[in-house]
């Protein structure tokens, strides 16, 4: 679990309430169920509304994915990479063919399978390329589902405040409860602000991130398996990868290359 994702989201929500009772507020008057209600409905069907509903069944998914704590270990796949090159130099590319349905990745499996059945390097990069472009249209059109619900949000706290103040002016019989009833009517508008910068918007922006991550990591997939059906040496496939490799993982693992021995292809 990514445990940062979850303190963040706490630290966020706990800050403004925090601040509130700071001030001398009390957490009773941030309690307004039936504005909650409003924002987190209508904002709900809002949404709905603009999206089909085989992204909105994917939702359940995309908060696991979240909360999920994916890490890509560059260096150890260009080591293997590494390895596969010397194994195809060594043993053609039909030597790939018992791997594939190891492999966990399907867009690696995709492109051994390519290679294998002799594909020219041109077509193997236009049909993976053209995967990973679908992948990544994909999680962009479900990170919008939350960003959408980000600019609702906000709308329905207007609309929350304005209903609470069409009550509350429809009787003004107790003027001294006025006051009371006034701000109790503006908590929909903090709900709806809140839950848009607090939640919504900040996981859309995270399924972004985490869906550029995952588009660097399997864009180096597809640049190793066409240099090893181009048969290069594994310096030079080193040399190209590890344009992929930030210096914070290479200093977190060893230095890539001239760090360590070379293995010659």
């Known amino acids: 679990m990514d445990i940062f994702f979850i303190i963040f989201v706490i630290t966020g929500f706990a800050s403004v309430i925090s601040g509130f009772l700071l001030e001398g507020g009390h957490l009773s008057g941030l309690y307004a169920p039936s504005a909650l209600l409003i924002i987190v409905g209508g904002t709900i069907g809002a949404t709905g509304i603009c999206f089909p509903k085989e992204d909105l069944s994917q939702i359940p998914k995309m908060i696991g994915v979240l909360l999920k704590d994916q890490k890509y270990d560059y260096l150890?796949?260009?080591?293997?990479?590494?390895?596969?090159?010397?194994?195809?130099?060594?043993s053609g590319l039909l030597s790939l063919e018992n791997q594939i349905d190891q492999e966990p990745d399907s867009l690696m499996r995709k492109g051994m399978r390519l290679i294998v059945d002799g594909t020219s390097p041109t077509y193997t990069r236009e049909a993976l390329?053209?995967?990973?472009?679908?992948?990544?249209?994909?999680?962009?059109?479900?990170?919008?589902?939350?960003?959408?619900?980000?600019?609702?949000?906000?709308?329905?706290?207007?609309i929350g405040t304005v209903l609470g103040l069409v009550h509350v002016l429809s009787d003004l019989e107790e003027p001294d409860?006025?006051?009371?009833?006034?701000?109790?009517?503006?908590?929909?508008?903090?709900?709806?602000?809140?839950?848009?910068?607090?939640?919504?918007?900040?996981?859309?922006?995270?399924?972004?991130?985490?869906?550029?991550?995952?588009?660097?990591y399997k864009s180096m997939i597809i640049e190793g398996l066409l240099l090893i059906q181009e048969g290069v040496n594994t310096n030079y496939m080193e040399e190209k990868l590890s344009?992929?490799?930030?210096d914070t993982q290479i200093s977190g693992k060893g230095s890539v290359g001239r760090g360590r021995g070379r293995k010659r292809g």
């Open 177 to 216: 409860t006025l006051g009371p009833k006034i701000a109790m009517a503006f908590i929909a508008t903090l709900y709806g602000i809140g839950l848009a910068n607090l939640l919504w918007l900040p996981l859309g922006n995270k399924l972004k991130e985490k869906n550029r991550v995952e588009i660097l």
């Open 76 to 90: 150890a796949l260009m080591e293997r990479m590494k390895g596969m090159c010397v194994q195809v130099r060594q």
């Open 243 to 246: 344009s992929f490799i930030s």
């Open 129 to 158: 390329e053209l995967s990973l472009q679908v992948i990544d249209e994909r999680h962009k059109a479900r990170a919008k589902i939350f960003e959408a619900a980000g600019g609702f949000s906000p709308t329905m706290g207007i």
